[in-house]
């Protein structure tokens, strides 16, 4: 889902940084809670075993106290019952308050029912002890000798201690339990948080990444020639800005486009018109019809008659780059033989072939399209054309033409000095000339490879210039039509 094609979604960043820092935001809120809730188990966990420490400490303070006081009570109580002395009665009523404190104490601490009930035993043997010191004055000496089982109280309480280790042990256990646990709990929401965290972070950066590279593809079509259609870039507010700008930018280009366009029209047909008058009166001295030239004339005019020549030429090319350039369809669609085509290309340079001591090897199979056969033939010349021009005399062309699939594919090879790489960007430029050394003395106007892919996107063809050892190696590729 792109959330600025979305009507429902109404928010839309005023640039790349704030489109920037609301994804680190949000990425990082995940993280952010994930602290937030990790520090609070931890205190949680912290205090519970703060509080446990302290009620281990105080557990087993008390249990040292009661058995140690419970031996010293059931001492005193020992000697009460011999001597009878009121002092030791006195001493005894004291060690009973704090062994009370201390029992109770112990039994506010819950979680262990066993050591409960030792210390419920243990207050019920104290309380009848006490009652029968209370009571040993009234029953004479002879009742006063000796404890029975339930009033005995240092037995009891000696256990008291181990139990209370027991029950820190397992309060210990407990707390490692749980430790163990939110570690677990930790890991996990690790797990889960940093992966949406990234995940966020990857959304916003393909969100970003998606609006410059829309902005690269309207640079590269500006930059590439290809001025139709209106340039809307979709993003943040200034990624948008910058679209409306590159798609202003179209139209002036456009619009210059169209005043080159026109202008290339108008000199040309105003061109044409005195240099066929020239040709026809250089055509006429040379056939010698107004009389008969020394040979110092007839030389001037022959250079008259063959800049003439050259001249209508190059006119005559930018007069068929304005026509493609207007053109949006075929002007004519019939079956054309592709390898027929070649042989008359030949016949054309086949003088300068000659006297460069030049040859063209030639592997053509039979290959019939739906196309318009002028601006066929015009692809072919103009790709032999310059391959015989930047090649080195002696050397040889390829031509090879075969069918594959529902594509014709021509290959047109020399053994020249190739084409550079700053060339290759430019290369099907309109007016662009190539650094390659160049054997013919008339410069080229460099619109015959521009003219070459006009055509064969009338065509829905491509050409493109392949990697080769030596030279320059094109290859056309064109559909043949159903109609073939």
């Not at 029992?103 to 029912?113: E, I, N, T, Y």
């Not at 006009?454 to 990697?467: N, W």
């Amino acid at each position: 889902m792109n959330i600025w094609q979305n009507p429902r979604m109404s928010f839309k960043p005023a640039s790349i940084l704030q489109l920037a820092l609301l994804g680190f935001f949000l990425a990082a809120i995940p993280l952010v809670l994930g602290l937030l809730n990790t520090k609070l188990q931890v205190d949680r966990l912290g205090e519970k075993v703060q509080q446990v420490v302290q009620a281990s400490i105080a557990a087993v303070e008390s249990g040292r106290l009661i058995s140690a006081q419970a031996l010293n009570m059931e001492r005193s109580a020992l000697q009460y019952l011999v001597l009878g002395d009121d002092a030791i009665l006195s001493r005894y009523e004291n060690q009973r308050q704090q062994f009370a404190r201390e029992v109770q104490r112990l039994l506010s601490v819950p979680g262990d029912p066993v050591l409960a009930g030792r210390l419920e035993a243990l207050r019920d043997n104290e309380a009848r002890l006490y009652q029968k010191l209370l009571l040993a004055p009234a029953r004479g000496q002879e009742q006063r000798q000796g404890l029975k089982k339930n009033e005995q109280l240092a037995g009891l309480a000696s256990t008291i201690p181990f139990d209370v280790t027991a029950r820190v042990s397992r309060e210990s256990r407990r707390i490692n339990d749980e430790i163990d646990v939110l570690r677990k709990l930790l890991l996990w929401q690790a797990l889960v948080l940093i992966p949406v965290a990234l995940l966020v972070a990857v959304i916003f950066s393909l969100l970003i990444a998606n609006s410059l590279r829309r902005l690269g593809r309207a640079i590269r079509r500006l930059g590439g020639g290809e001025l139709a259609g209106p340039i809307r870039v979709r993003g943040p507010q200034d990624v948008r800005e910058l679209g409306e700008q590159l798609d202003w930018l179209r139209r002036r280009l456009i619009a210059l486009q169209e005043q080159k366009t026109h202008f290339l029209h108008h000199v040309s047909h105003e061109l044409k018109t005195p240099l066929t008058a020239i040709r026809e009166a250089a055509e006429l001295l040379d056939e010698e019809i107004t009389g008969k030239l020394l040979p110092e004339q007839a030389e001037v005019v022959g250079i008259l008659r063959e800049n003439s020549l050259q001249l209508q030429a190059q006119v005559e090319s930018l007069l068929n780059f304005n026509l493609a350039l207007a053109e949006d369809k075929l002007p004519r669609r019939l079956p054309v033989d592709l390898a027929s085509l070649v042989p008359s290309a030949l016949k054309k340079h086949e003088l300068t072939l000659k006297a460069r001591s030049m040859d063209v090897k030639l592997d053509l199979q039979p290959a019939t399209m739906i196309g318009d056969k002028d601006q066929l033939q015009a692809v072919i010349d103009n790709l032999l054309s310059n391959a015989i021009k930047y090649s080195p005399d002696g050397t040889q062309v390829s031509i090879s033409l075969r069918r594959e699939n529902q594509q014709l594919i021509l290959d047109v090879l020399d053994q020249g000095w190739g084409i550079g790489e700053t060339d290759r960007q430019h290369l099907f430029e309109p007016f662009y000339q190539g650094k390659s050394p160049s054997t013919s003395p008339v410069r080229g106007t460099g619109l015959g490879l521009s003219l070459v892919r006009r055509y064969l996107d009338l065509h829905g063809g491509t050409v493109e210039l392949l990697d080769t050892p030596q030279g320059a190696h094109f290859r056309v590729r064109l559909p043949v039509g159903e109609e073939a």
